[in-house]
């Protein structure tokens, strides 16, 4: 069964699933555009699809099998809950909505009305991501005791209602979410404790750079840095274990590396070296002959693999990837960032 | 009145005071050397020095104004107060003692007996910590919101005493220490939380990774990180501020820089990028025309300056520099990091 799609909210996220997110899934088609817009229908005819001025009206349309939500995220919950209860499988955009409560009351709906519900958090499949978690699975790095992540920007402003709180604005949404998401998704255990530091540098109304930590009750410490005006660049990920340490430079997944420390290392005695830092010994220079470089594994898949994993999924081929209850966890995350950045102390979770 | 020194404990930082950090001050002497090793007795005295095998002996030589006590942390305090009880002058290596309560014992030993009593937190002259505070101080980066400082290497094990718990070992007393009265002395406002994650990497006894939050009040945070083990270098300072951002590579004080945004930047309007992370507008690569690099602040002034302070401050010419209040300040943030730790929360302070 292939999917045929129902769009609400054609904005630039929309274009972008119907362009790019479901470019290689087998017999897609995408059959009408809802929008509160007049342009944004008119443009949806102009491209061959249905142009719907009212919500049920589309919902009505048997032929569509799966509604995308992709509006901003204030009216994702009315919106989704409608679809569900129209019958309709729905894939929502990130953040699924603004608080666990409402999210209950989303996946309340899908169980009633036995219908796929699902957030489309494609991070899990950018190639940055897919090289990472390899690294972490792999063991390569011994036990992993730090995991960094980082998004560093120059742009500072935010745009449209992603600077507006109403609408659910803002880095820890917006980009936050995808960042916890592919965390949860790659260590495992239980988060225990969650500190958080939020700034409005350049956007007065919402957060553009935040800074939180999560630790794992398995030991492992989670820093997950983003911001809008950071001048200089950093490297995307940072894993270091007892065994290794890896970066990834950027999102393509290709640049950056694994090193570790050679044999003949334990050969050769430490001494004390005088640097710019003083004497030292056990910061002293390594001499790089004792430094091992292995390269990033590679990778494969991307981010249509999201959707391909809900066609599956509907017709019962597949176990959807994306789970209600991981958006919740991730979710739960946010609740408790807010909470400390508020408070300005850290904040138990689960 | 020169500076005329009794060591306590000729091990290899006494050797560097000697060698170097009192290099430049003028008119200075070692008159003697106290130790429980005789070979190190025997080598001072070689040196010209005179050699004591018991304490109250060098006490005794009213020739002696100032000692230096660089022995294993845990007899910091005792040895400290028999020194300010015999009228001496007492310069304390870092970290001071274990404990707060024990510092304060110290304090009133210095109060009691009207003696100079200072500690050697001499990275307050490092050449990249006199650059990064110039840089903070300058107000070129705006409002700082983020203070990143960190040290990387690559050596693992520690070495000695150092990997002691029972005298203080650990990488939080063995440069934690000098970290945090770094960030003290530069940032105003009072730290409200602190949270701080340790790990046993590569030496099972005691600490050889840490990471620490301290929230300020004015909103500004800082994260120190510290690590023996972590094989991917990583910039000594990061600076970020609404008008700039700031990296310092390494302890020279001279690599690294200030980037800020031009004016050209605000006539350009921002577009939507495809990049390897999908379409964006805030995190759009900034054309490079439209940043603008600043070389970093030159300096002045080094280790010697603390001995020469001293001096000063012997003789009532200049205020002491490095504080014991301070001292007590950092203690107790370095006790609420161990706190922290031991908890798996975040703790308040002042």
């Not at 570790?260 to 334990?266: D, N, Y």
């Amino acid at each position: 069964m292939a999917i045929k799609l129902g769009i609400i909210g054609y904005g630039g996220m929309a274009h972008w699933h119907r362009e790019s997110g479901l470019k290689n899934v087998p017999g897609f088609e995408v059959i009408g555009v809802y929008d509160v817009d007049p342009a944004k229908i008119e443009e949806a005819r102009s491209q061959g699809m249905i142009g719907y001025s009212k919500l049920e009206d589309m919902l009505a349309n048997p032929d569509i099998n799966l509604c995308l939500v992709a509006t901003p995220n204030q009216v994702h919950k009315e919106l989704t809950i409608a679809a569900l209860n129209a019958g309709k499988n729905v894939v929502c955009e990130k953040p699924v909505t603004l608080t666990v409560k409402d999210l209950d009351e989303m996946i309340a709906a899908s169980e009633r009305n036995h219908k796929l519900f699902t957030v489309h958090q494609n991070r899990r499949w950018d190639a940055d991501y897919l090289v990472a978690k390899q690294v972490f699975d792999s063991g390569v790095l011994g036990d992993v005791f730090t995991i960094q992540s980082r998004l560093h920007g120059t742009g500072g402003i935010m745009h449209g209602w992603r600077a507006l709180p109403e609408c659910g604005g803002g880095m820890v949404y917006d980009w936050g979410v995808h960042f916890i998401d592919q965390i949860c998704n790659m260590v495992p255990g239980k988060i225990t404790d969650i500190s958080a530091d939020l700034h409005s540098v350049k956007n007065l109304l919402v957060d553009d750079y935040f800074m939180t930590q999560l630790k794992f009750d398995t030991g492992v410490q989670v820093m997950i840095e983003i911001g809008t005006f950071l001048l200089k660049p950093t490297p995307r990920w940072y894993l270091a274990g007892n065994a290794g340490t890896c970066q990834l430079d950027d999102f393509s997944g290709v640049k950056g590396g694994i090193t570790k420390v050679s044999k003949l290392a334990e050969l050769i005695p430490p001494v004390i070296v005088n640097t710019p830092a003083g004497p030292t010994r056990t910061f002293a220079p390594q001499p790089p002959e004792t430094l091992e470089q292995l390269p990033l594994p590679s990778f494969s898949g991307g981010w249509s693999d999201f959707y391909k994993n809900v066609d599956a999924a509907i017709e019962g081929k597949e176990e959807l990837i994306v789970k209600p209850w991981q958006v919740r966890r991730v979710l739960g995350v946010l609740e408790k960032i807010f909470e400390s950045a508020k408070t300005g102390h850290s904040v138990k979770y689960e």
